[in-house]
């Protein structure tokens, strides 16, 4: 709740709304553009997270609420990850699996063992392109940060 969860709210939006829009586009010319397929990696994090924050209904009605959003992007995403999924993440996830299993197909889904989901995230990505908790280098530095 409160600021937390405002600044959650318009960052996920905010994401959305560039991806929907084409803002991971490419330029053929000067004036098209043309989709760039599959060029998006997620990773969504859920540690720290609690039964009472998730189990919360103004925070559960967002989640399933993005979850559901996520959906529609699907084309757009090429693989990605849910980290630290405790119970509850599992069972939201159930929950809206029928709205979105086509995006559901390119996410692997980790419980709160670390070095197990690490391993697999660095078989995919280079630790050269991960924030050091992901297990990327210690000199790590994004590209473009937004939120």
């Known amino acids: 709740g409160g600021r937390d969860f405002e ?5 996920l939006d905010q994401a959305l ?6 803002f991971f586009h490419k330029k053929s010319n000067n004036s098209d553009s043309v989709p760039v397929d599959k060029e998006i990696v997620v990773i969504a994090d859920f540690d720290g997270w609690n039964l009472a924050q998730i189990s919360s209904p103004p925070t559960l009605k967002w989640m399933l609420d993005r979850l ?24 939201m996830i159930n929950t809206v699996k029928p ?8 996410i692997d889904i980790y419980g709160t063992n670390v070095n197990h989901w690490k391993t697999h995230i660095l078989k995919k990505i280079p630790p050269s392109e991960l924030h050091p908790r992901y297990g ?9 940060v937004y939120g």
Not at 17 to 22: D, F, P, Q
Request: proline share 4%; hydrophobic share 45%; aromatic share 16%.
């Open 17 to 22: 709304a560039r991806i929907l829009r084409g």
């Open 68 to 91: 559901s959003k996520m959906g529609i992007i699907y084309k757009s995403i090429s693989y990605g990850f849910i980290v630290n999924a405790n119970p509850l993440v599992y069972q």
């Open 7 to 11: 600044n959650a709210v318009l960052f």
């Open 136 to 144: 990327g280098h210690k000199n790590f530095r994004p590209v473009k």
């Open 99 to 106: 709205f979105i299993s086509n995006f559901l197909e390119k």
